[in-house]
Nanobody, 124 residues
Framework: VQLQASGGGLVQAGASLRLSCAVSARTFSDYVVGWFRQAPGKEREFVIGIASSGGSTRYADSVKGRFTISRDNAKNTVYLQMNSLKPEDTAVYYC??????????????????WGQGTQVTVSS
């Protein structure tokens, strides 16, 4: 299973960005996909995730109401729509996949497959 994250960039506070995570997997619909981020000097943290069917999602409190996640199982792609970006959203964003069956996990070690990360920088 391979993941490729893209769509990062430099934006001003209040702007929007959409990240994409292309997943190469035999059966993409078997995988829960999550987004994590890591800011300089900080630990990697869970941001948002979507169940394998797309029927449920899970959000970190810090992004509720601003970030949404969706998936297109026909295109093997997950999208992270980020609105009202803040400087504190600046980080490298990683997508990750797991075959976990009990909801959307937030713990890093539950995810076996990781993409390479894409930089998001929000200026004030």
């Amino acid at each position: 299973v391979q993941l490729q994250a893209s769509g990062g960039g430099l934006v001003q506070a209040g702007a929007s960005l959409r990240l994409s995570c292309a997943v190469s997997a035999r059966t993409f619909s078997d995988y829960v996909v999550g987004w994590f981020r890591q800011a300089p000097g900080k630990e990697r943290e869970f941001v948002i995730g979507i169940a394998s069917s797309g029927g449920s999602t899970r959000y970190a409190d810090s992004v509720k109401g601003r970030f949404t996640i969706s998936r297109d199982n026909a295109k093997n792609t997950v999208y992270l729509q980020m609105n009202s970006l803040k400087p504190e959203d600046t980080a490298v964003y990683y997508c990750a996949a797991t075959t976990w069956r009990l909801g959307v996990p937030t713990i890093i070690t539950y995810y076996a497959y990781w993409g390479q990360g894409t930089q998001v920088t929000v200026s004030s």
